[in-house]
């Protein structure tokens, strides 16, 4: 039972430079969301899709794309990195329940941009 | 709109005492609360969640909460620390109305002192 699965666990990029942080999950959740976690913040929301084909944006979307064509995947778009982009990044599902079920959390990618 | 507050960046409890983390919420619908913990390095994992039935609630690890829609509080707490609970641990809000988006606080990182 794999759960939520982050690809990169780590990545440094230079500034300018794009990537794909990729999220896939296997237990047909539709509702899935990108954090980011910066020492002192907590996590924020990044963006977020309660289905396929339908996205919105967190409290910091500035400078990401998401994208959501299948119920299982997820991915992050970073398409010029900055230095502030340098932080952890987590992708989370939750199964429909109202708002009363839980998160499940990937274990992260950690992102250096120089 | 949801938030939540926690007091205090850094607790540290010597082994064996009593652990109380603090959590205040600010909500405009009944919320569902939540606590998470982080061990070093791995993604987040849940401890318990308030979802509007008994208002004292038990999570794993010998961890409890209590719901105080008085206080607005949901404070976490544990009667004797173990070295294990060495962690980061968050509260988080989510509103009660079927969105799905949660809202983290800033984390108390706790240490335990042998």
């Known amino acids: 039972n794999a759960g939520v699965t982050q690809t990169p666990k780590f990545q440094v990029l230079k500034t300018g430079q794009s990537m794909t942080l990729q999220c896939a999950q296997d237990m047909n959740h539709e509702y899935m969301s990108w954090y980011r976690q910066d020492p002192g913040m907590g996590l924020r929301l990044i963006h977020y899709s309660v289905g396929a084909g339908i996205t919105d944006q967190g409290e910091v979307p500035n400078g990401y794309n998401v994208s959501r064509s299948t119920t299982e995947d997820f991915p992050l778009r970073l398409l010029s990195a900055a230095p502030s982009q340098t932080s952890v990044y987590f992708c989370?599902?939750?199964?429909?329940?109202?708002?009363?079920?839980?998160?499940?959390f990937g274990q992260g990618t950690r992102l250096t941009v120089v | 709109a949801q938030s939540v507050t926690q007091l205090g960046s850094h607790v540290s409890v010597s082994e064996g005492a009593l652990v109380l983390l603090r959590c205040n919420y600010s909500s405009s619908v009944p919320p569902y609360l939540f606590w998470y913990v982080q061990y070093p390095n791995q993604g987040l994992q849940l401890l318990l969640k308030y979802t509007s039935a008994a208002t004292l609630v038990k999570g794993i690890n010998g961890f409890e909460a209590e719901f105080k829609k008085s206080e607005t509080s949901f404070h976490l707490t544990k009667p004797s620390a173990h070295m294990s609970d060495a962690a980061e641990y968050f509260c988080a809000v989510r509103g009660g109305t079927g969105a799905n988006n949660l809202f983290f606080g800033t984390g108390t990182r706790l240490t335990v002192i042998p």
């Open positions: 989370a599902s939750s199964p429909p329940g109202q708002g009363r079920t839980e998160a499940f």
